[in-house]
């Protein structure tokens, strides 16, 4: 059988690693290419976009796609909802794959925000030199607070407008407990901006801000398609996917 993962996360490769093991089974990574070296997964792959909903839908039905798994990064909700809609289109089994959210716990200063505009909205009163770790797109929310001073991390260089006053640094996780808190430290940082992208290897920066008592402020992350059974591990995915061949009965959500 042929399955689609849509990537971009460890979790992603992960999932095709397990499932290249099959001898049954003959996996497609789509990447959206928006990184210039990206991790490449096993299988065949496939950079670039589908052209919308109706794109993915004709790519589906062109290579005998039996089933797709939506990986992509939590905050890619325009790829997410164009897979709903061609999996609707098609009648080809769609799974959701999400890694948990971070959850804040004792110590932690957390601000929570629907938006990248609503999080630039309350820096203002949290602090003035920003560590804003949201990624290198969507920096036009934040290219208005004049007043402020960011260190902006990304892997790739910042597109489209940006903040005056800023500090550019590209990298790439997973990154340790103390470089996050030599990071904090160097460059006077006194709050903290994330998207809640969830798994390990870029939570140090929220244990360095508990410890350094600084404000943290986490944007929502959007909601997965209505209807669209979610799992939050490979190994799950992967028995999704050995259960929703053709013939085959759904895996239950979860």
Do not use: Y
């Not at 042929?2 to 003959?26: F, N, Y």
């Not at 939506?70 to 909700?77: E, I, L, M």
């Not at 992208?197 to 959007?222: D, F, N, W």
Request: charged content about 20%.
């Amino acid at each position: 059988m042929h399955v689609l993962v849509l990537g971009g996360t460890a979790e992603a490769r992960r999932l095709a690693e397990l499932l290249t093991a099959r001898p049954d089974t003959r996996v497609t990574t789509s990447l959206a290419g928006r990184v210039a070296a990206p991790r490449t997964p096993p299988g065949a792959l496939r950079i670039g976009g589908f052209g919308g909903a109706e794109g993915l839908a004709g790519w589906l039905r062109a290579h005998a796609v039996a089933a797709v798994v939506d990986a992509t990064h939590p905050f890619a909700d325009t790829i997410s909802r164009n897979a709903a809609h061609a999996a609707a289109l098609t009648g080809v089994p769609l799974l959701v794959l999400r890694r948990p959210g971070w959850a804040a716990v004792a110590g932690d200063d957390w601000r929570e925000a629907g938006s990248l505009a609503q999080a630039a909205a309350l820096l203002p009163a949290l602090g003035r030199r920003v560590f804003l770790t949201t990624g290198r797109m969507g920096l036009a929310a934040f290219a208005n607070l004049e007043e402020l001073w960011f260190l902006v991390r990304s892997v790739e260089p910042p597109e489209g407008p940006c903040p005056a006053r800023r500090e550019v640094l590209l990298d790439r996780g997973p990154f340790t407990l103390d470089g996050e808190r030599e990071l904090l430290r160097r460059h006077r940082v006194d709050v903290l901006v994330t998207k809640d992208s969830g798994g390990a290897a870029t939570a140090p920066k929220l244990t360095a801000a508990r410890e350094a008592g600084l404000p943290v402020v986490v944007v929502r992350r959007p909601p997965v398609p209505d209807g669209v059974p979610v799992v939050t591990g490979p190994e799950a995915a992967a028995r999704w996917v050995g259960l929703s061949g053709p013939g085959r009965p759904e895996f239950p959500p979860g």
